[in-house]
């Protein structure tokens, strides 16, 4: 979808498929420091952030369509908006 290879370091461009998304990385790429930030770059090369947060927001959505009916666009956010709590 897209993708295309930049022959420079052997890596493939990763649009961010919304604008949540680009702006996400682009937090997570400049050192912000919440949990979920913390997590992409822990998981994410400094390349790979990159990939997603560079390039134009024009046409993107404000966010992704969930996947599969009746989804909340957040539930992929899991322990950090939805916390568990003791007891339940």
């Known amino acids: ?3 295309a290879p930049d022959n420079s370091d052997n890596r493939y461009f990763m649009p961010a498929v919304s604008k949540a998304q680009q702006r996400l990385m682009a937090a997570a790429e400049h050192g912000a420091d919440f949990p979920l930030a913390r997590d992409l770059r822990a998981s994410m090369t400094h390349g790979q952030l990159h990939d997603f947060a560079s390039g134009s ?3 993107k959505p404000a966010h992704a369509k969930a996947k599969g009916k009746g989804q909340h666009p957040h539930s992929n956010l899991g322990k950090f908006l939805h916390p568990k709590k003791k007891g339940r």
């Open 1 to 3: 979808m897209g993708e």
């Open 57 to 59: 927001m024009k046409g």
